[in-house]
């Protein structure tokens, strides 16, 4: 039996004109004209309802590979000024939230975005997300290959096509040719890792193919499928693989286990990689048997690089909990037109952004501006790498706040602790994990606990996430600890680390030495 989401996409037809048609008649005859299925379709058009105002939304974006033009750059800001009290959010997925959209200036506020190239369309729903790359492809020294063009290719074929708007759940694919691995390919639906093979004295790039990753209450890692596709093979074999799980039809049975993720799963690798063989028609190529991931490095692109142009710079700024205000991201904007290249901005999937084309000689009065603005390349470690989720503030299935709490932590830390290299510290308000906290060094998830018999915001402590070569999911040590006094915890944690680690001893390896009975 089909659950009732299966029910709804099939009798509301192509969601990117039913949304569009549903809120033109919203806006002549109020919010209680949209029905229900007009509100859980909004999804397909990058719109929410909000947790506590009737008529609100929230409303994201599509940055594919996190691409970002000042006028882009702007055109967020001014909206975010007039509709959205003033900020916007960056996330996971290297896409911008606005907040406050009413209904009736919904439909103006898309046209808006779409006149400077913003597309919304596949945001959210049962589609694929925002297609994420390497923020610094292009200009990154170290890269094996610009792989955005790719990226970008890949986005734009499944961007509102009515062919591919009803897959069974959200499905998610990163393709990068960073060599840090910087998009966390580990917990993608799909994902397309550059590597290199040799044959015959000579070298080939590629892509190396990874199934099956995803988060939420049931995390997995995803696996390699010992496949080497050739970029120019790249959308074809992405487009087989989602037809397979499109078509499907036992993952449109239950939602919860309809995840892409489920199938691999359950499948296995062998047989996935037959049927994909057989919707190709031809076997897949094998992978060179030396691929090795990078080792558990910090992947932020944050501070100031030589690009591989000569004379040219980036600029990885840190946003602090994601959060930017319209006064900032027109001050970036400003200082990309001034000191950049007037047009190249990248968000990142660690809620930062990124100025490239700086030439050298530019440089330290751009940082001059951002740190006036607000945003200073002299982070703690804390700031710089702390990811949040949206939490109660907006969210619907929240269980705690998070934005505030996280600053408030960030806050606190930075004057107590003292580290000299980042750590991921990821803060989620419920188990669906949209701040990723199963990979962070330090998780907090959400919960609830008493205290004098009321009910307060509460997080679980889950510690040793890692990604790379010997990637593994992060475990719980301390349970329901009172929001107000993680702060206090994390400073305990943190100060015996730095007092107790041993020489280049990262924070895992000084977890796993100590032990989590005196961990906590």
């Known amino acids: 039996m089909e659950n009732n989401a299966e029910l709804v996409k099939q009798r509301y037809g192509n969601p990117f004109e039913g949304v569009r048609s549903a809120l033109d008649r919203a806006a002549s005859h109020g919010y209680d004209s949209l029905t229900d299925d007009d509100l859980f379709m909004c999804k397909w058009l990058g ?226 990689r037959q049927a994909l063989e057989e919707r190709l028609g031809r076997k897949l190529d094998g992978a060179p048997s030396d691929v090795q991931d990078p080792s558990d490095v910090y992947r932020d692109h944050v501070g100031v690089h030589a690009q591989k142009q000569p004379g040219l710079y980036y600029i990885g700024v840190p946003v602090l909990v994601g959060r930017i205000t319209a006064q900032q991201m027109k001050a970036v904007a400003d200082i990309c037109r001034r000191y950049g290249d007037g047009n190249t901005i990248r968000l990142t999937n660690r809620q930062n952004l990124v100025l490239l084309n700086v030439p050298e000689s530019n440089v330290s009065r751009a940082l001059d501006v951002l740190s006036q603005a607000g945003l200073s390349m002299n982070a703690h470690p804390v700031r710089r790498s702390m990811v949040t989720c949206t939490g109660t503030e907006f969210c619907k299935l929240a269980i705690t706040e998070t934005k505030m709490r996280s600053r408030e932590i960030v806050e606190y830390l930075e004057q107590r602790v003292a580290l000299d290299e980042p750590l991921r510290l990821h803060i989620t308000g419920c188990p669906n994990a949209c701040a990723q906290y199963q990979i962070a060094h330090i998780g907090l998830m959400g919960s609830k606990t008493k205290v004098d018999g009321q009910v307060v915001d509460a997080y679980d402590v889950l510690l040793g996430g890692q990604v790379g070569a010997e990637a593994r999911f992060n475990h719980a040590v301390l349970r329901k600890i009172p929001a107000a006094d993680c702060k206090y915890r994390l400073e305990a944690l943190l100060k015996a680390f730095t007092k107790q680690r041993k020489p280049g001893e990262p924070f895992n390896g000084w977890c796993a030495r100590v032990g989590d009975a005196k961990l906590v």
């Open 47 to 272: 719109l929410y309802t909000h947790r506590h105002e009737k008529g609100f939304f929230m409303l994201r974006t599509k940055q594919p590979n996190g691409f970002v033009t000042s006028e882009q750059l702007e055109t967020i800001a001014d909206i975010a000024e007039q509709q959205n009290k003033g900020f916007a959010d960056l996330t996971t997925r290297q896409d911008f939230q606005l907040h406050w959209i009413h209904y009736a200036d919904a439909l103006g506020i898309l046209k808006r975005l779409e006149s400077v190239g913003i597309s919304t369309q596949g945001a959210c729903g049962d589609v694929l997300r925002n297609v994420v790359g390497c923020p610094v492809a292009g200009v990154d020294r170290t890269e094996a290959f610009d792989a955005s063009p790719l990226a970008r290719q890949i986005s734009d074929f499944f961007l509102g096509n009515p062919d591919y708007a009803d897959l069974p759940r959200k499905y998610k694919i990163s393709v990068s040719g960073c060599r840090e691995q910087c998009v966390h390919p580990e917990i993608q639906c799909v994902s397309l890792v550059a590597i290199e093979r040799k044959a015959d004295g000579s070298t080939e790039l590629g892509f190396d193919l990874r199934v099956g990753g995803g988060l939420s209450t049931q995390p997995f890692l995803g696996k390699r499928l010992n496949a080497f596709v050739k970029p120019d093979e790249a959308l074809e074999v992405v487009t087989h693989i989602t037809d397979i799980w499109r078509e499907t039809p036992e993952y449109r049975q239950k939602r919860h286990h309809a995840r892409f993720k489920f199938l691999i799963h359950d499948w296995g690798l062998e047989k996935f």
